[in-house]
């Protein structure tokens, strides 16, 4: 009688939710690390960092857990209102660290490394690994409420070291498939894969219940001289979208994006030209400039970091940046410290920041306090999209607006010499794991 009673409760809320897309803040997150260590160019090592982002009026208590052997449990507070960096050792943490499998039928290998970070306050947590020699890149972690069963690899196109798919379970006894292998995996264990000679983006994920997924390349040469690690914290095929603005990054008048599609038949366009049509399993590389880029069926699109030629200083590397479809913008205000922290060749690191928005909303947003002006926007050809971009400062910024109507989307990238990372701050997405709502903050015990 009892459990027939939580389920007449639960399922209302399970309802309310599944119909909308809430912003990308949460109490309870798992992600994992794959292996960012490459031994090209000394120093050799890895920081690993969580930055944890508290845009509340009070004090956000987190505690970080790993079943990782040699990981202890880290406790902090985060001040109102500001972006904690909380660094997470050892390195070989790490998923196949230090040098993963390169064999070509790339085995999965099952490892206690996932880590997991509640709060007791709402927060938004991005992951950065970043070798010493600065080769990093940085992802938004998707808050587990936001997880999903379903989800499609991207990988490099062109790589020295190999491309990976790190897949962390939230739950017991989570039964992954990868390609055609599968693994049942306890929570915070990590099945990954990885492979240098056969290419692992468009590789189909999926399990029998919400896990994170993260792909990319330890060291990719898609768009550059020199590799660089390459990392995105996948969406869930139920977050993906069918209208995106491609913008080329800074100094750049194309750009390459790579995109794949759950759906055969999917036929992709950039400004009303076909560009890319796909099937399920399917990758391909495009490059377009300042554009939409639409679908018949919904895509997953990543944007490509880029070195932008001896002419900008060799400025720029490959990283990848996922990008929120337009209906995921949201009103939310959001807080974020640019990443990017050892320079190479005696090069600073130059940082950079998007906003993007629609014709109504432009004029009502704030970049820390002031309102940028509407005329500071560009427009995105044949669309009601406009954009602001800039050079910035490595300190933590805000944006906000106090018109409820106001949709934007953020996103935070960093130039090094021939290297480059970058993240999309707070969007809305559809909740798929509806359980971590209520399993969060009980655990945490100061
Ligand atoms: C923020 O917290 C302080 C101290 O608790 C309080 O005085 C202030 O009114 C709060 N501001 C808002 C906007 O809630
Ligand atoms: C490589 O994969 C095999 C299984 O295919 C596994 O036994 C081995 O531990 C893996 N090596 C590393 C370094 O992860
Ligand atoms: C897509 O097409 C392939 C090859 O024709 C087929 O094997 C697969 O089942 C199709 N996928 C879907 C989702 O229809
Ligand atoms: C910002 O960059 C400067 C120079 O590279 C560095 O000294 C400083 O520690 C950085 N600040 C943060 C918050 O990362
Ligand atoms: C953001 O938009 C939602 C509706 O989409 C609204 O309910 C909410 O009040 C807005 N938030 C702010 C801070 O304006």
Redesign the pocket.
């Known amino acids: 009688m009892a459990a027939r009673a939580l389920c007449f409760l639960l399922v209302p809320a399970i309802f309310v939710y599944a119909v909308s897309n809430v912003p990308t803040i949460g109490n309870d997150f798992v992600f994992t690390f794959f292996n960012a260590y490459v031994n090209t160019t000394p120093p050799y090592g890895v920081l690993l960092l969580a930055l944890v982002s508290n845009n509340n009026n009070g004090t956000a208590n987190i505690v970080v857990t790993s079943p990782y052997p040699s990981f202890k449990t880290i406790r902090v507070s985060v001040a109102p209102h500001s972006v904690l960096k909380i660094p997470i050792t050892p390195e070989s943490i790490q998923d196949?660290y230090p040098?993963?499998?390169i064999?070509f039928h790339p085995?999965?290998?099952v490892e206690d490394k996932g880590i997991r970070l509640q709060s007791d306050l709402p927060v938004a947590v991005y992951a950065h690994a970043e070798n010493f020699d600065g080769r990093s890149d940085s992802f938004l972690v998707i808050p587990a409420v936001q997880l999903g069963m379903q989800y499609v690899a991207v990988t490099s196109t062109l790589a020295l070291f190999p491309d990976m798919i790190a897949v962390v379970a939230y739950q017991d006894n989570t039964q992954i498939t990868i390609g055609t292998q599968t693994v049942t995996i306890n929570a915070l264990q990590v099945a990954s894969v990885a492979s240098l000679l056969f290419k692992l983006s468009g590789t189909p994920i999926s399990g029998n219940k919400p896990f994170g997924a993260i792909s990319g390349c330890t060291c990719g040469l898609d768009v550059a001289l020199a590799c660089d690690y390459e990392a995105v914290m996948l969406l869930p095929v139920g977050a993906w979208g069918t209208q995106f603005t491609a913008i080329p990054f800074m100094y750049l008048s194309k750009n390459y994006y790579q995109v794949v599609t759950n759906t055969n038949n999917t036929i992709v366009s950039a400004g009303g030209t076909i560009v890319a049509k796909l099937n399920q399993g399917e990758y391909r590389r495009i490059q377009i400039g300042t554009t939409m880029v639409t679908s018949n069926h919904p895509i997953l699109l990543i944007q490509m970091g880029e070195d932008t030629g001896v002419e900008n200083n060799e400025k720029g590397g490959s990283f990848f940046v996922q990008l929120p479809s337009t209906e995921k913008m949201s009103n939310t205000s959001v807080l974020f410290q640019p990443t990017g922290f050892f320079e190479s060749y005696g090069m600073p690191l130059f940082f950079f920041l998007r906003i993007v928005t629609n014709l109504a909303s432009a004029g009502t947003i704030q970049l820390d306090g002031a309102t940028i002006n509407a005329l500071q926007f560009k427009h995105v050809p044949n669309s009601n999209f406009y954009y602001y971009e800039t050079a910035t400062s490595n300190t933590t910024h805000s944006v906000t607006t106090s018109n409820p109507g106001t949709q934007y989307s953020v996103m935070s990238y960093t130039y090094g010499s021939v290297a480059g990372c970058g993240f999309t701050c707070a969007f809305n997405l559809p909740v798929g794991n509806p359980i971590a709502l209520t399993s969060a903050q009980a655990t945490i015990q100061l």
């Open positions: 196949q040098h993963p499998n064999t085995h999965i290998v």
